[in-house]
C-alpha cells in the first residue's frame, strides 16, 4: 500500500508537469507521502524516495536505480583498470600489442609492392606522355 501511495504520487507529478518554460527552471519536484516524499526528477522522469529525518530531508535511489549506478561504477572501475595497465605497460617501454604474424607482414609487404609498382608505371607514363609532347626544335634558317 505505502508503494502504490508513492507511484500514485509519482505519477500525478508527472501528469502535473508541463513543458512550459517556467517550470523547466525547477527540475526536481517533491509530493509527500504517507511516509515522507518522493523526489521527481522532471528532466529524466527518474524518482527517489526521502524522508524527513532530525529536521533533514535524506533521499534514497529507488533499489532498480542503485542497481544500475552500481553496475555503470563496476564497468568504469574495470575501464579504469584496463587503462592503467596499458599506461604501465607503455611507461615500461613495452609493447601493448603483439606483433603481427608472418602471414600478416607479407600480406602487407605486397600491398606494399603492388603500390609501388602501380606508382612506378604512372611516373613511367608521364615520362613517355612527356617525351612525344616536346616541341620538335626551330628549324635552321641558314
Known amino acids: 500500500m505505502r508503494h502504490g501511495t508513492m507511484l500514485a504520487a509519482a505519477a500525478l507529478t508527472v501528469l502535473s508537469v508541463s513543458p512550459s518554460p517556467a517550470q523547466e527552471v525547477e527540475r526536481y519536484r517533491l509530493e509527500r507521502t504517507d511516509d515522507g516524499y518522493v523526489r521527481l526528477?522532471?528532466?529524466t522522469g527518474r524518482t527517489t524516495l526521502c524522508q524527513e529525518r532530525s529536521?533533514?530531508?535524506?533521499?534514497k535511489m529507488a533499489v532498480e536505480e542503485r542497481t544500475a549506478f552500481e553496475s555503470q561504477i563496476d564497468d568504469l572501475e574495470a575501464r579504469v583498470?584496463?587503462?592503467?595497465?596499458r599506461l604501465a605497460t607503455l611507461k615500461a617501454g613495452g609493447r601493448s600489442e603483439e606483433l603481427p604474424s608472418e602471414e600478416e607482414f607479407e600480406q602487407t609487404l605486397g600491398y606494399m609492392e603492388r603500390f609501388f609498382r602501380r606508382f612506378m608505371g604512372i611516373v613511367e607514363e608521364f615520362d613517355r606522355e612527356e617525351k612525344t609532347i616536346q616541341p620538335e626544335p626551330p628549324a635552321d634558317r641558314t
Open 41 to 43: 526528477d522532471t528532466k
Open 55 to 59: 529536521g533533514q530531508l535524506v533521499c
Open 81 to 85: 583498470e584496463a587503462l592503467e595497465d
